[in-house]
C-alpha cells in the first residue's frame, strides 16, 4: 500500500492543434495530473460546422472520451465549442468539472484605452449569441468589431506542421481587425480561436500598427489549477498523451512539435 493518493487526470480537448495554446501553461502549472490530449480532428474544423451538428458531435464524442478516460476535470480548449456546448456538456455530466475557452472580451474591454476592440474568431464563434451577449455584458463603452475568419485557424495548423504560410494572406485574414476612427486606433484585439496564439509573431509582424493581442490561456490555466486543489505527489513530471480522431499519421514535424510540448502519441487508454 501506498499513501501517495492517485494522480488527477485533465482532457483538454480541441477540434485540432489549438487547444495546445490551453495545454502548455496547464501542463507547465501542474506537473503533478496526468495530461490527455485530444484533437478531433476527423472533423476539424469546427468552424464550419452548424450549430446543431457541432453540438451532436461533441457531446456524443465526449461521452466516448469520458468512459475510456475517465478525467477529472475536462477544458474545452476551443472557443467555438465552448460558446455552445457547454451547457449540453454540464446537463449530460452534472458532476464532471468544465473549463470552457470562451472570448477574452472583459479583459480586453478593460485594458482598452482607444476604446476600439476587436475580436478575431473563428466564423462560428463570430455568429453566437453567447458573444454578442460578453459584448453587451463587458463592453459597453467599446466599439467592438467582430472578425469571423474562415482559414486562420488552418494557417496556424500549417504553422505547426512545419509548412509554408504566407504572411500576405495572414496580412489579409487580420487587415479587418485594425479600425482608425477619429484618430482613435484599435489597441486590443482578442484571440477568440485557441490556434491563433500559434501564429503569435507572424501576426505581430502583420499588423500595421502595434496592438496587444489577448490570448486567455495562462487565466485558463489558473482556473484549472484552482479547480484542481493542492499540488499532489503523484506521477509529477510524466509525458502527456495526445490522441488524434482521424487516426491519421502524424507527421515528423508534429510529433516534434508535440514533444516539445511534453506530449507523446497515443490511442485512448
Ligand atoms: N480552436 C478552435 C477555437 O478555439 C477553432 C478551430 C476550428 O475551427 O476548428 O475556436
Known amino acids: 500500500m501506498t499513501s501517495e493518493s492517485a494522480a488527477r487526470r485533465v482532457l483538454v480537448f480541441d477540434s485540432g492543434l489549438g487547444g495546445l495554446t490551453v495545454y502548455a501553461p496547464i501542463a507547465a502549472a501542474r506537473p503533478d495530473v496526468e495530461l490527455l490530449y ?3 480532428d476527423a472533423y476539424f474544423p469546427y468552424g464550419d460546422l452548424s450549430e446543431r451538428a457541432l453540438v451532436e458531435r461533441v457531446v456524443a464524442l465526449m461521452t466516448d472520451l ?3 478516460g475517465r478525467p477529472d476535470l475536462v477544458v474545452i480548449a476551443c472557443n467555438t465549442a465552448s460558446t455552445l456546448v457547454l451547457g449540453p456538456l454540464r446537463a449530460r455530466f452534472p458532476e464532471l468539472p468544465f473549463v470552457g475557452t470562451v472570448p477574452a472580451i472583459k479583459p480586453a474591454a478593460l485594458a482598452s484605452r482607444s476604446k476600439l476592440v476587436s475580436v478575431l474568431a473563428t466564423p462560428g464563434t463570430v455568429a453566437r449569441d453567447y458573444t454578442r451577449g460578453l459584448i453587451r455584458e463587458f463592453a459597453g463603452d467599446c466599439a467592438v468589431t ?3 475568419s474562415a482559414r486562420l485557424a488552418r494557417l496556424a495548423e500549417r504553422e505547426l506542421r512545419g509548412e509554408y504560410v504566407d504572411a500576405a494572406e495572414i496580412a489579409a485574414e487580420i487587415a ?4 482608425e476612427q477619429g484618430g482613435r486606433h484599435t489597441d486590443q484585439i482578442v484571440l477568440a480561436c485557441t490556434h491563433f496564439p500559434l501564429l503569435a509573431q507572424k501576426l505581430a509582424a502583420a499588423s500595421p500598427w502595434r496592438v496587444e493581442f489577448v490570448d486567455p490561456a495562462p487565466a ?3 482556473r ?3 479547480l484542481l486543489g493542492p499540488v499532489g505527489s503523484g506521477r509529477p513530471g510524466q509525458a502527456g498523451q495526445a490522441h488524434f480522431t482521424s487516426g491519421a499519421p502524424v507527421s515528423a514535424p508534429l510529433q516534434k512539435a508535440l514533444l516539445a510540448r511534453g ?3 497515443s490511442s485512448l487508454p
Open 38 to 40: 485530444v484533437a478531433d
Open 146 to 148: 467582430l472578425v469571423g
Open 66 to 68: 469520458v468512459a475510456q
Open 224 to 226: 484549472v489549477a484552482t
Open 220 to 222: 485558463i490555466a489558473r
Open 263 to 265: 506530449l507523446t502519441i
Open 176 to 179: 479587418p481587425c485594425f479600425v
